[in-house]
């Protein structure tokens, strides 16, 4: 075990990661150059158009120490006295998500690792999931390789993104590593830090008093395969694990025959054995997703092992209502979400009704990016057209009779005289700003409803603002916002702090008199008006024109806020008169008139899935 090093890269979006993962599968000749193409790690066609990594991917690398010391990096402080050059080592990398709404792959990444390759953008320096990242890593206790990336780019401010990182980590600058990912500069460097400041395994607890230690293996992730059933992807720590063992589920204590056991190259990899402190692959021929979860521990059926400590799950931030579009896709949507869920630990669903929609799912996501990439994967993968409410967030209602109850839509939240306090989620934002664009951003914090907490100088010309703000602020647009008013330097990450008392309303929608339940809101009283007014405004310029006029309303309670008029349609029915008396017109234009007052009065509008989706990026 002493020549393998598991680790893992964090990092800020845009950082550069999946760069440098396709840099050090080059240097190791995991992937054969003809075969490689850019961010080969990032899986998913999502992945490549949006040039960001939504899922965490781990491969196994082999590295051989380079000969020739003048290969050795001065400035990274490296120094092989402990090792032997030329030395074989098995590398076990996990690629993880940027983006603040995907912490929760990263949080499982690092469980299974010993280090971490902390990767800052020269041209954007320290941001706010740079830190968000750290601080997860150095909970766990693991060795931080700081890297600075980008150094050749034309805007790169190396110097101080150095300076930032160093006072950062109280490090001295020169033990910094300074490369580009694009071009190769400097990533063999990297490859010689993990293996020289990144720690092997330890298991010699697990193997005190002479006896070998049952196998016990961690899940940080899995996904489904037709014939093999659900593939964990699993960290071992104790023990050894041969295909055809048999096998059991901690926590659900389902039990199976391992089909075979391997490793990620980034392919499959099939192997005769998985042994303590490697990270690879557990094909369990179960073929019931649910029973699979994500910190689970896997243990051989006639073993006694106690489960590994697992790690916190994931608490959905923000929730959306799904319905299929043709209500005989219910099962189809049933079936596609139980096999997201594998892929996706932080996906939460439970079904719902609706006397308009019918039967759904309400589901639980961690931002709204997230719900973003779950609707486009159920619409490419599996061919689901949907209808998506508006995004919520989590609220305590206490009813009149003390009991307090937990709704995730508007459409639960009891009549007023039933309940008499409801709360909302706070969380504590952190958003990362350069010197001068301060002013404009705190400009738009004063926009949301905010408790100032403090101001942090990370270095002369960055500074870290903190506030706690209701999440419901935050959890719509304020990040394009943010990045808008700042030209993309800002950054911004949040937690949860609990909840805190509101005067909150429920805010319907009325589309032709009728309440279309996906569009409702809670909304903070005085905001009712606003809201509604930008909701109708915006349903104008989205719901199709009917042949007759179309009242779109905003209401609280039973009074109207807020109201926009869609005008019909206009079919020229005397466009095939010609000539005659002008009274022939009018009787035919009086006849149309007729017409659409009658279907004003009967009609309904039926509203594409194409307008849901755009309000649910409004």
Excluded at 19 to 35: H, Q, S, V
Excluded at 64 to 90: M, N, R, W, Y
Excluded at 326 to 331: M, Y
Excluded at 427 to 435: F, G, K, T
Aim: net charge neutral.
């Amino acid at each position: 075990m002493k020549d393998i090093r598991n680790f893992c890269i964090i990092a800020h979006i845009d950082a550069g990661k999946s760069t440098l993962a396709d840099r050090l599968l080059e240097l190791t000749g995991t992937i054969e150059r003809r075969k490689m193409q850019d961010q080969i790690l990032d899986q998913m066609d999502l992945e490549r158009e949006r040039g960001i990594t939504i899922k965490l991917q781990p491969v196994r690398m082999k590295y051989k120490l380079p000969k020739d010391e003048s290969l050795k990096s001065k400035a990274s402080g490296i120094s092989h006295s402990t090792l032997d050059i030329g030395q074989d080592f098995v590398l076990n990398l996990i690629d993880t998500p940027g983006h603040v709404d995907f912490t929760y792959e990263v949080s499982r990444s690092l469980a299974a690792v010993e280090g971490a390759i902390l990767l800052v953008d020269a041209t954007k320096g320290v941001q706010a999931q740079t830190l968000a990242n750290l601080h997860l890593a150095q909970k766990q206790g693991l060795v931080i390789i700081p890297v600075v990336n980008k150094i050749d780019a034309p805007n790169a401010r190396v110097p101080e993104t150095v300076q930032a990182v160093a006072h950062l980590l109280s490090i001295a600058p020169e033990g910094i590593i300074k490369i580009s990912a694009k071009s190769g500069e400097n990533v063999e460097q990297v490859l010689q830090a993990v293996v020289e400041k990144i720690p092997p395994p330890d298991f010699s607890a697990e193997n005190s008093g002479g006896q070998v230690a049952p196998f016990r293996a961690l899940i940080f992730d899995s996904n489904f395969d037709a014939y093999k059933g659900v593939v964990a992807f699993v960290r071992v720590f104790g023990g050894a694990l041969k295909s055809g063992e048999k096998i059991k589920l901690g926590m659900a204590g389902a039990s199976s025959e391992t089909i075979e056991v391997g490793y990620f190259a980034p392919r499959l990899v099939k192997e005769k054995l998985l042994s303590a402190g490697e990270i690879g692959y557990i094909a369990t021929g179960i073929k019931t997703p649910g029973l699979v979860k994500v910190g689970d521990t896997i243990v051989k059926a006639y073993e006694t092992a106690q489960p590994l400590p697992g790690y916190q799950e994931p608490e959905p931030m923000v929730f959306a209502s799904f319905y299929p579009e043709d209500s005989d896709n219910f099962d189809e949507l049933k079936d596609a979400l139980a096999k997201l869920k594998l892929t996706d630990a932080a996906l939460f669903f439970e079904p719902e009704s609706s006397p308009a929609l019918g039967r759904g799912f309400r589901l639980g996501f961690l931002g709204m990016l997230h719900i973003e990439i779950i609707s486009e994967r159920l619409r490419r993968e599996f061919n689901l057209n949907l209808i998506i409410s508006s995004p919520t967030v989590e609220y305590e209602v206490t009813l009149n009779n003390g009991e307090i109850t937990k709704i995730r839509s508007a459409s639960q939240l009891p009549d007023p005289n039933m309940w008499k306090e409801i709360k909302e989620p706070i969380s504590r934002l952190d958003i990362i700003v350069p010197n001068e664009y301060l002013g404009a951003v705190m400009n738009l914090v004063s926009e949301i409803r905010n408790q100032y907490i403090q101001t942090d100088y990370l270095s002369k010309d960055l500074v870290r603002l903190t506030y706690e703000v209701p999440f419901a602020e935050i959890v719509t647009d304020f990040y394009d916002r943010l990045k808008s008013v700042s030209s993309g330097y800002a950054s911004m990450s949040y937690e949860p702090s609990g909840h805190r008392l509101g005067d909150l309303v429920r805010l319907d929608i009325l589309i032709a008199d009728e309440p279309v339940e996906p569009f409702s809101k809670i909304v903070p009283r005085e905001q009712a008006v606003s809201v509604g007014r930008a909701i109708v405004t915006k349903l104008k310029t989205v719901v199709p024109k009917q042949l007759f006029a179309v009242v779109l309303q905003a209401a609280v309670g039973g009074k109207i806020v807020a109201r926009e008029d869609i005008s019909a349609m206009r079919k020229d029915v005397t466009g095939y008169l010609y000539g005659g008396d002008i009274t022939r017109k009018k009787k035919l234009l009086e006849k149309q008139k007729r017409g659409k007052e009658r279907m004003k009065a009967t009609g309904r509008v039926n509203i594409p899935q194409s307008v849901f989706l755009e309000m649910l990026k409004k």
